[in-house]
């Protein structure tokens, strides 16, 4: 018997090796450079693999750049290497550049832009070193001086002298009185050319009315001209949200309207609170109000070490949200054992990572 099941394993044995003797071939070593991810991990004898370099490297040689799997396990030998290629400057006119990144063609210094490529557009660096745009040609510009508006003027951003002015110059246009233009500002443009000068017309917006929780604190209830202004406040406790003077614009309408933020109550009637650099219990809180934008710290409990640690909430227009780990206690834990709440005991060394409020 023993004879027999040796014979067995021995035959198995050599099964096994006739069916695995075949040679395989592992993923080919292949120098920096060289793309990776589309090798796979094995391959068998006569598979041919080629090799491209990655993004940014440039091939050594441009013969082909074949891998043969032998018969001995092994790769037919690659003379290809990828080396990293930095695209240098365009020229004295562009900024430079960074191999993989856009460079943005700009002219500086009151330029002028002309030939291909455009005030603003983008050259890449290609793959073989080369930038996919010439660069612009970079001229000084001048414009003649602005038209003023018909029953208005003109005020320039900086000073000016002569019969011209330069590219970037800015300026704003203003009507006579009770009158707006219909667009405010004006430049010397990159083509050499000025903004044309604005309509004035008469404009007017409607009467102010009041906002929510707050009151207008001056104004005659009528029409207002452009420029005019309205400036509100807010009732007692409420926040002023934006900016408190609005403005009649020359669209015809005001500028947005500020808004009254609504206070908070603090919403537990058992623990204790860190405001105001104050520890309180909630009791003490009078009245209970904590002001839009005003933190507020409840007390939690870090049960495994057996001590307390503060979690902060923020009021926010009228809420203010009590955090999860919050736990109000019970009347007669409150009224009998406060001195085990987690405002009481030690506090914590380290706030475990609290959730959301």
Not at 8 to 15: G, S, T
Not at 136 to 160: H, T
Not at 296 to 325: H, K, Q, W
């Amino acid at each position: 018997m023993a004879p027999a099941l040796a014979l067995l394993l021995l035959c198995q044995v050599a099964l096994y090796t006739t069916v695995t003797s075949k040679n395989v071939c592992g993923r080919p070593d292949v120098a920096d450079g060289i793309e990776e991810l589309t090798l796979n991990r094995v391959y068998e004898v006569g598979d041919q693999v080629n090799l491209v370099c990655e993004r940014g490297f440039l091939p050594s040689t441009a013969t082909p750049r074949k891998l043969t799997c032998t018969d001995t396990g092994g790769w037919t030998p690659s003379d290809l290497a990828c080396s990293r290629e930095f695209t240098g400057p365009l020229d004295s006119h562009s900024a430079g550049a960074i191999l993989k990144q856009l460079e943005f063609l700009n002219c500086y210094n009151h330029p002028k832009v002309e030939g291909v490529s455009k005030t603003g557009e983008k050259s890449r660096c290609s793959h073989d070193g080369t930038w996919s745009n010439p660069p612009p040609l970079c001229k000084a510009v001048n414009c003649p001086l602005p038209k003023s508006p018909r029953d208005g003027r003109i005020v320039f951003d900086k000073p000016v002298t002569g019969s011209t002015t330069m590219y970037g110059q800015g300026w704003t246009y203003e009507c006579n009185p009770r009158m707006a233009p219909s667009y405010e500002r004006g430049s010397c443009m990159a083509d050499g050319s000025t903004t044309e000068p604005p309509l004035c017309r008469e404009v007017s917006c409607t009467i102010p009315t009041g906002i929510p929780n707050g009151f207008i604190t001056f104004a005659v209830m009528r029409q207002h001209g452009y420029k005019e202004t309205v400036k509100y406040a807010c009732n007692e406790h409420y926040i002023l949200d934006g900016e408190a003077e609005i403005q009649c614009q020359n669209s015809g309408n005001w500028s947005s309207k500020p808004v009254c933020r609504v206070p908070c109550a603090v919403g537990i009637k058992r623990g204790r609170i860190f405001y105001n650099a104050k520890k309180l219990w909630i009791g003490d809180l009078k009245p209970n109000r904590v002001l839009h934008g005003e933190h507020v710290a409840f007390y939690c409990l870090n049960r495994a070490e057996r001590c307390g640690y503060p979690v902060a909430s923020t009021c926010n227009d009228g809420t203010i949200p009590i955090p999860e780990c919050f736990e109000e206690p019970g009347k007669v834990e409150y009224t009998l054992r406060a001195k085990t709440l987690p405002s009481e005991i030690t506090m914590c060394a380290t706030s475990p990572p609290a959730r959301p409020a």
